[in-house]
């Protein structure tokens, strides 16, 4: 977008900049990423999507327009400028009462339409934001006695069906934002908000809080993955079954050095530990990244976490186990990563 | 006032004694050396304030370039969590609450007298207090970075997160009382600006003549009026919550974080209006010079500046559409944030129609003025964009809004300040800035500006959020964030352009201008020095100087009103308030120790409160107070000249008390930001109870006896009685009758406090129990203050009574005592009624 203003050459500033909105307004079909909101893959992001193109063209057109008649207005003789208060009745008033009644009319619609994704046959999902993670509880989900399904830091939905985010937060104010799914929704203590999802394109999307939360509000992203409805429904049978005892000697001393530790305090792992101060763990190998978001994932960089969790995401309520040693935190990581 | 026919006598026979401009430059010379600052007149307290509200853009600025360094690519180091976090809560602030409003107004101290060919503000004295509390108050922020010990919440503060429990530490103090008592600088600033344009107008310029940036200004200082008493009450709250654990935004005992972000956005939107509409007003001033034309719709235009006044205070649920509030309030604010469109729609047609009907004369002003045009409107449409609710649940917290706010900001105020900077300096030193240093601090500042903001609406789409001191690399920002970065850096460039210019105009270098470089039509480009204009001009137009071209020699001259010093003191004409007819002449106090100390003292005040020194702080506070009333003492003189002949054979008196007197008039609109203020804990009071009214008393039982309502109601009217009955007794000179009923209504108000709080103890109410607990004990602690301050005022009265300087015909102090005395009985009823009857009606 840089690249093509600077082509344009020694031409008025006014022109200038009219030509890097049209550029811009070009490259926004262009605008990939798991995080765009000029990408939609569902309902919510499609609809808002198409809004927005309708504000960037009449905001175009109108910003060309005023532009066109300063500059005019400017380098013309005074007897060749036409009417006076004219322009600013014309202008001023009847222009945005017109158009600005008809845009809200319409974006009005669109609202509505938005707030109804969701309703009783909806999937819901319980998400409480805390500093700094997600937690994802899957009501009626899960295992019987498990005490339902619950992971942290990713969101699984099927697509074409609807899907209700239940939303609040234990600590401060956060806000949950999957750009290509949907708009924002503010997470509050002492409120529950509800967001209407509904993926159509079938994906992995990143999402990201974004209301200030405090240190590490920067390192609060979590992946809402969404499944055509056989996966989904395979990816729920999956999380109901009890974890198999560990493969091998290894993975087994992973496990008991994490019990040992005492990780379980603060973590999941369903059958093994119960703690519910911090994220749940019981598929740690499935996801995507460690730390919400903080580090990508894998057996090398859960050691790394584990060792210097201050050092990945200062502040966060995880301490540091590097004093553990090399062993240790190797037969811990590896243990996690074969939570698939 | 007529309009003056050709060849008609001027108000004031020439020639002029020659010992009436020596007269006038002795008594309004400014103190030298160190003693400048006692000074008090607006050309130089004005100066300070410009000065200083500078400093602060350029350290605010400079936090803005070390964040963009840090942001210019993905996964940097360059600056930790805690000092990004720290640097874009002290950016955001001191853009907002030291640099944007005191900087607009600064400029209105420095320029309003000069447009109204006044000699001074109304109040210099309090200028000159708020001016240094400011100082001191603003240099103890940005200090508090140097100590790790700057706020870290956000610009916005939001609970949870800056109550005790997540932020433990005296940060989030250093911006609640920090900027708590900055804004009550503010709100000084406010009052002086609403008297100074209603009544010392100079003679002939009715409300129809009356410049636009004078509209501007005052519809400023109306909303000054209205929305800052929200967020001083938003403050209050939240820091009575950190120190004493009244819950008022605590979900788990009754209170609600939402209550923090209602009150916030009552003062935040129009905040953002306090801070452009006066831009909009010296634009207003300049596009008529720019274009050799009058403005064209200038009615239009003032309805506008009213309109988005009034606007405003309907916007603020915009900035919470993401918070799960019903659509159907949505829909309301939504539409309410569009209309706003209009008014500004309305501006910017009027100066392209005049542009157009005018022959534009290029300039570094004309330019700035363009680079305005065209940023703010950009800015105007993607604000259009995020009124809209579904576009505002992406673009909310991302990127985007950060562009469209710097659009509007920096292109709705900083650009226009430059082209004020540069169009009024000769009024500063009497020379021209440098044409080829500007336009080269122009197209860096425009060209940086764009680059560094325009990209960032493409970001925000992109799903980056705000205040996030790092990303990943791959997500499609990083290029864009690198554009942006440079762009920063090539607009400090502009800046420091600007800042060289200036110094190099302040070292005597550059080409000296004439009395009126510009050409311009209006008043502050008529001859002047330190005192102002030699003589008052009686003004029939709204371009004086453009339909009088003989008008500046006349006023130089001394042809028109109050030529001279006739008190032999410093002393302004004051005027009624819409037909600007000359009603008496207003002494006006000179330089003053008081000012300055005071300010220092209030600052040193807040600073030990926040760094918990509670008991010590009790020295300066007490300082402080006494500061203003040695300052206050002289002040008060009674009619101690025969009425004075002003010119025009026009006779006016030098002293009047009553509704006709300015201080009245001053009182009144301080007490007007006091029942806002009182009204915004009512609003607490009933927000919370629609939250949670489980801990509301279920009924009469646990409430106090219904006598006690009673008891207190009849205290407080009684208090109020016996100080009407003191008025009476001063109105016949029996002094000693008066006395008696002040003391006697002193004990009754005491009695009728006491009466309130001890009936809400008797029910066991704490204030750390509960959402009610807290708003019941703030409101009587609210009350308690202002019982407080009446008897201070009282005691002061006393003494003034006991000195002799108080009289039927002396009475000034009195009256002022006796708007607050009734006002605060008044509250105390409205308060008693509420608090025993509410919970009666709905338990």
């Known amino acids: 977008m840089t690249r093509r203003s600077r082509r344009t050459g020694p031409v008025g500033p006014m022109a200038l900049r009219a030509g890097v909105l049209a550029a811009a307004l070009a490259s926004l079909a262009a605008c990939g990423g798991p995080q765009s909101a000029l990408t939609p893959g569902g309902r919510s992001a499609a609809e808002i999507h198409d809004l927005s193109m309708i504000l960037f063209v009449g905001g175009t057109v109108t910003f060309a327009a005023v532009m066109a008649l300063a500059l005019y207005a400017v380098l013309a003789a005074p007897g060749r400028f036409p009417g006076a208060r004219g322009w600013v009745l014309g202008g001023g008033i009847a222009f945005p009462v017109i158009a600005l009644t008809a845009l809200q009319v319409y974006e009005f619609g669109i609202a509505r339409r938005l707030a109804a994704i969701g309703g009783p046959d909806a999937l819901r999902i319980e998400v409480t934001a805390h500093m700094w993670w997600w937690d994802v509880r899957y009501p009626g989900a899960g295992a019987p006695g498990t005490g339902g399904l619950r992971t942290a830091n990713e969101i699984v939905i099927p697509a074409g069906r609807p899907v209700e985010l239940v939303v609040s937060a234990a600590d401060v104010i956060h806000s949950i934002w999957i750009p290509s799914l949907a708009g924002k929704i503010d997470m509050i203590p002492g409120h529950v908000n509800r967001l209407g999802i509904l993926a159509e394109r079938p994906g992995v999307y990143r999402g990201q809080c974004a209301e200030y939360c405090g240190a590490q509000h920067a390192l609060m992203a979590f992946d809402v993955v969404v499944e055509p409805p056989d996966r989904f429904e395979a990816w729920l049978a999956a999380r109901n079954r009890h974890l198999p005892e560990p493969a091998d000697p290894r993975l087994a001393a992973g496990r008991d050095a994490f019990l040992r530790l005492g990780c379980g305090a603060c973590h999941r792992v369903y059958g093994v530990a119960s703690g519910m101060l911090g994220p749940d763990l019981t598929h740690m190998g499935a996801r995507g990244t460690i730390g919400a978001g903080a580090l990508a994932n894998g057996p090398e960089a859960l050691a790394g976490w584990i060792a210097d969790a201050q050092h990945a995401k200062p502040g966060n309520a995880m301490p540091s186990y590097g004093p553990v040693g090399a062993e240790a935190l190797d037969a811990i990581s590896a243990w996690l990563w074969s939570l698939k | 006032m007529t309009r003056p026919q050709p060849g008609s006598p001027l108000p004031s026979p020439l020639p002029r004694p020659a010992e009436e401009l020596e007269t006038l430059r002795r008594v309004w010379r400014p103190p030298g050396g160190l003693a400048i600052v006692t000074a008090v007149n607006n050309n130089i307290i004005g100066l300070f304030y410009i000065g200083t509200a500078l400093l602060f853009f350029v350290m605010a600025g400079l936090l803005a370039l070390a964040m963009r360094a840090q942001l210019a690519v993905p996964g940097n180091d360059l600056l930790d969590h805690g000092t990004y976090n720290q640097f874009f809560t002290v950016h955001g602030t001191g853009m907002m609450f030291l640099f944007a409003v005191p900087m607009v107004e600064a400029i209105g101290v420095f320029l309003l007298p000069a447009m109204l060919a006044a000699r001074d503000l109304p109040f210099p004295r309090l200028s000159a207090f708020a001016f240094w509390a400011y100082f001191f108050g603003g240099i103890a922020f940005f200090c508090s970075l140097l100590f790790d010990a700057a706020p870290d919440g956000g610009w916005f503060m939001y609970p949870p997160l800056t109550g005790a429990r997540f932020s433990p530490g005296i940060n989030a103090d250093f911006w609640l009382l920090g900027i708590g008592f900055?804004?009550?600088?503010?709100?000084?600033?406010?009052?002086?600006?609403?008297?100074?344009?209603?009544?010392?107008?100079?003679?002939?310029?009715?409300?129809?003549?009356?410049?636009?940036?004078?509209?501007?200004?005052?519809?400023?200082?109306?909303?000054?009026?209205?929305?800052?008493?929200?967020?001083?009450?938003?403050?209050?709250?939240?820091?009575?919550?950190?120190?004493?654990?009244?819950?008022?935004?605590?979900?788990?005992?009754?209170?609600?974080?939402?209550?923090?972000?209602?009150?916030?956005?009552?003062?935040?939107?129009?905040?953002?209006?306090?801070?452009?509409?006066?831009?909009?007003?010296?634009?207003?001033?300049?596009?008529?010079?720019?274009?050799?034309?009058?403005?064209?719709?200038?009615?239009?235009?003032?309805?506008?500046?009213?309109?988005?006044?009034?606007?405003?205070?309907?916007?603020?649920?915009?900035?919470?559409?993401?918070?799960?509030?019903?659509?159907?309030?949505?829909?309301?604010?939504?539409?309410?944030?569009?209309?706003?469109?209009?008014?500004?729609?309305?501006?910017?047609?009027?100066?392209?129609?005049?542009?157009?009907?005018?022959?534009?004369?290029?300039?570094?002003?004309?330019?700035?003025?363009?680079?305005?045009?065209?940023?703010?409107?950009?800015?105007?449409?993607?604000?259009?964009?995020?009124?809209?609710?579904?576009?505002?649940?992406?673009?909310?917290?991302?990127?985007?809004?950060?562009?469209?706010?710097?659009?509007?900001?920096?292109?709705?105020?900083?650009?226009?300040?430059?082209?004020?900077?540069?169009?009024?300096?000769?009024?500063?030193?009497?020379?021209?800035?440098?044409?080829?240093?500007?336009?080269?601090?122009?197209?860096?500042?425009?060209?940086?500006?764009?680059?560094?903001?325009?990209?960032?609406?493409?970001?925000?789409?992109?799903?980056?959020?705000?205040?996030?001191?790092?990303?990943?690399?791959?997500?499609?920002?990083?290029?864009?964030?690198?554009?942006?970065?440079?762009?920063?850096?090539?607009?400090?460039?502009?800046?420091?352009?600007?800042?060289?210019?200036?110094?190099?105009?302040?070292?005597?270098?550059?080409?000296?201008?004439?009395?009126?470089?510009?050409?311009?039509?209006?008043?502050?480009?008529?001859?002047?020095?330190?005192?102002?204009?030699?003589?008052?001009?009686?003004?029939?137009?709204?371009?004086?100087?453009?339909?009088?071209?003989?008008?500046?020699?006349?006023?130089?001259?001394?042809?028109?009103?109050?030529?001279?010093?006739?008190?032999?003191?410093?002393?302004?004409?004051?005027?009624?308030?819409?037909?600007?007819?000359?009603?008496?002449l207003m002494p006006m106090p000179g330089p003053h120790w008081g000012p300055f100390l005071a300010g220092l003292f209030t600052a040193a005040h807040f600073l030990m409160l926040t760094v918990q020194l509670y008991t010590l702080s009790i020295v300066p506070g007490v300082l402080a107070i006494a500061m203003v009333f040695w300052w206050l003492w002289e002040l008060d003189k009674g009619e101690d000249f025969p009425p004075q002949d002003i010119g025009g054979g026009i006779r006016v008196p030098v002293y009047v008390q009553g509704p006709r007197s300015h201080s009245w008039w001053a009182m009144a609109v301080l007490l007007l930001v006091d029942g806002t203020a009182f009204a915004c804990l009512l609003f607490t009071y009933l927000f919370l109870w629609t939250v949670s009214p489980d801990v509301w008393p279920a009924g009469p039982a646990a409430l106090p006896a219904i006598w006690r309502l009673a008891a207190g109601l009849a205290l407080w009217a009684a208090a109020a009685g016996a100080m009407a009955w003191a008025s009476r007794a001063l109105a016949q000179d029996r002094h000693w009758r008066m006395r008696l009923g002040m003391l006697l209504g002193l004990v009754l108000a005491g009695a009728a406090m006491a009466t309130d709080v001890t009936a809400q103890v008797s029910t066991g109410l704490r204030g750390s129990d509960s959402a009610y607990g807290a708003t019941v004990s703030m409101l009587l602690a609210y009350q308690s203050f202002h019982l407080a301050v009446t008897v201070l005022m009282a005691g002061y009265t006393l003494a003034r009574s006991a000195a002799g300087r108080l009289a039927a015909r002396r009475r000034v102090t009195f009256d002022n005592t006796m708007l607050f005395w009734q006002y605060t009985c008044a509250q105390g009823t409205a308060m008693l009624l509420v608090l025993h009857l509410f919970p009666r009606l709905t338990g």
């Open chain 2, 182 to 584: 900055i804004e009550i600088s503010a709100i000084a600033g406010a009052i002086e600006i609403v008297v100074g344009i209603l009544r010392t107008r100079p003679p002939g310029m009715s409300l129809d003549k009356l410049p636009v940036y004078g509209w501007a200004m005052l519809v400023m200082a109306g909303m000054i009026i209205f929305a800052f008493p929200a967020v001083i009450v938003a403050t209050l709250l939240l820091e009575v919550e950190r120190v004493f654990a009244w819950p008022f935004f605590q979900a788990e005992l009754g209170g609600d974080p939402l209550l923090w972000q209602h009150l916030f956005w009552f003062f935040g939107h129009p905040e953002v209006y306090i801070i452009f509409l006066p831009a909009a007003g010296l634009v207003s001033m300049m596009v008529p010079t720019i274009a050799q034309h009058p403005l064209i719709g200038h009615r239009l235009i003032v309805l506008a500046l009213v309109g988005t006044g009034f606007f405003s205070f309907g916007l603020w649920v915009h900035h919470m559409f993401a918070t799960g509030i019903p659509s159907l309030s949505l829909s309301f604010f939504s539409a309410a944030s569009m209309a706003v469109a209009v008014p500004a729609g309305i501006q910017v047609f009027s100066w392209i129609a005049t542009l157009g009907r005018g022959r534009v004369r290029m300039s570094v002003p004309a330019l700035f003025v363009l680079g305005f045009l065209f940023i703010f409107v950009l800015g105007g449409l993607t604000g259009v964009m995020v009124a809209a609710v579904p576009f505002d649940w992406q673009a909310h917290d991302s990127y985007f809004v950060v562009a469209h706010l710097h659009y509007v900001l920096i292109g709705g105020m900083v650009f226009p300040m430059f082209a004020a900077i540069y169009y009024w300096w000769p009024m500063v030193n009497g020379r021209l800035l440098s044409k080829r240093l500007g336009t080269a601090a122009f197209w860096l500042m425009f060209g940086g500006f764009n680059l560094a903001f325009f990209p960032m609406h493409l970001t925000g789409l992109r799903g980056m959020p705000r205040r996030v001191y790092t990303y990943p690399p791959d997500l499609g920002w990083d290029w864009l964030n690198l554009a942006s970065t440079v762009g920063a850096f090539v607009f400090a460039a502009g800046v420091l352009a600007v800042l060289a210019d200036i110094a190099r105009s302040v070292l005597g270098h550059g080409e000296r201008a004439s009395p009126n470089p510009w050409r311009a039509g209006t008043l502050e480009w008529l001859p002047n020095e330190y005192f102002a204009t030699r003589s008052i001009p009686r003004v029939s137009s709204l371009y004086p100087l453009w339909d009088a071209p003989d008008l500046p020699r006349q006023v130089e001259a001394g042809g028109h009103f109050l030529p001279g010093a006739p008190t032999r003191r410093r002393e302004t004409i004051v005027t009624s308030p819409v037909e600007a007819r000359p009603q008496y």
